[in-house]
């Protein structure tokens, strides 16, 4: 089965992604207003940690379906684009500001909760908590253990909960340790993504309106409840809790509204979905060379036309890389069931 209905939300959750990091390498480079990069309040805006819901509710369905080879799957469709968007960045690190190599590159690239390291492609904190993930939830992918996930997901919560009240483990944890990225509260978007599968696989279809009305409502939620919050990750639970809550109902509601709005164009777009992930890896190092160069090399000034001469040059150069990944991807896959 795939959900065309997730594979959308990862489109728009990109989309989101790639709006708030053009406007931040437009500050970061000079220009911190005016621009069409600057017109959307963050408020309306989601970054990276939906992308964990939907992680968690996927690997959920994958676990339930009885998908063989789970933990080295998974590692597969991760480390080797990975691996090759570190070269591609080294390389542009070296031809653009010759930069060498980190000297914790093996530490970095190896997407395990170490520490403090260099990020080479600058967004891959992210990839460490999915890596963690996966190795938590993998023996759950072994029938005998199976209808123990929803038990330990709960279990795995309660524990986040009790080390954020009691043992004072609150802070955002970008740089994470075994301790830590256990422990930090942003797993409660894998493990509320997880929960809503089975919810959603349990409960009957309601009538459009009722998953419209879910939809709006979480998103109004977010919207309302963030919009003079200053920027940056967040790390209070006030702030995790329900907003994990409200990304989950989103994939409940968009789940349930599959039927109903189920369309060839919308199943034909959202098969770029699998392109999302691409994106995510080498957009930052595309803008910060373009937007480099634009600026220190070229000198053009920071307005939409370079803005948008910067999301063009993601939008190509990621969908290179895009079907870079796709084919390493359906080779492994075929090579492992």
């Known amino acids: ?64 379906i009885g998908y063989r080879n789970f933990l080295p799957r998974r590692l597969l469709r991760i480390y080797p684009t990975y691996f090759c968007g570190v070269a591609i960045a080294l390389l542009v690190g070296y031809l653009v500001w010759d930069k060498p190599p980190p000297s914790n590159l093996l530490a970095a690239a190896s997407l395990l909760p170490l520490g403090p390291v260099d990020l080479p492609l600058h967004v891959e904190w992210t990839l460490i908590y999915e890596i963690a993930y996966y190795i938590i939830i993998s023996p759950f ?13 709960c279990t795995w919560a309660a524990a986040i909960f009790f080390a954020y009240y009691v043992l004072g483990m609150q802070d955002a944890y ?11 509260g942003f797993n409660l978007y894998f493990i509320t993504g997880a ?19 879910i939809l709006c409502a979480g998103a109004a939620y977010c919207v309302i409840s963030s919009w003079d919050r200053p920027a ?10 329900p907003w994990s809550l409200c990304t989950a109902a989103s994939l409940f509601a968009v789940v349930k509204l599959e039927d109903k709005w189920r369309h060839p164009l919308l199943e034909a777009i959202s098969d770029y979905g699998d392109y999302a992930y691409a994106y995510y890896l080498i957009h930052a190092v595309v803008l910060s060379a ?16 370079t803005a948008m001469a910067g999301l063009f040059a993601v939008v190509m150069f990621g969908y290179l890389f895009g079907r870079l990944d796709m084919t390493l991807h359906n080779f492994f896959k075929k090579r492992l069931r």
């Not at 709006?19 to 989601?46: C, D, E, R």
């Not at 992918?141 to 997901?153: E, G, M």
């Not at 809503?196 to 009305?213: E, G, I, R």
């Not at 373009?290 to 036309?305: E, Q």
């Open 195 to 213: 929960l809503v599968y089975y919810l959603q696989k349990k409960l009957p279809t309601w009538h459009w309106s009722v998953n419209l009305a």
């Open 174 to 184: 970008v740089f994470t340790t075994w301790r830590t990225v256990l422990f930090s």
């Open 232 to 241: 940056g990750l967040i790390k209070a639970m006030h702030e995790i809790f």
């Open 290 to 305: 373009f937007f480099s160069m634009a600026v220190y090399t070229f000198g053009w000034p920071l307005n939409n036309v």
């Open 141 to 153: 992918a072994l029938p005998r253990y199976r209808r123990w996930f929803v038990p330990f997901l």
């Open 1 to 64: 089965m795939r959900y065309y209905s997730i594979q959308f939300l990862r489109l728009v959750f990109m989309a989101m992604v790639l709006y708030i990091h053009v406007m931040a390498y437009l500050t970061i480079y000079g220009q911190p207003g005016g621009t069409i990069f600057h017109a959307i309040p963050a408020a309306f805006l989601a970054a990276a940690l939906p992308f964990f819901s939907i992680s968690g509710f996927i690997m959920a369905f994958l676990i339930d």
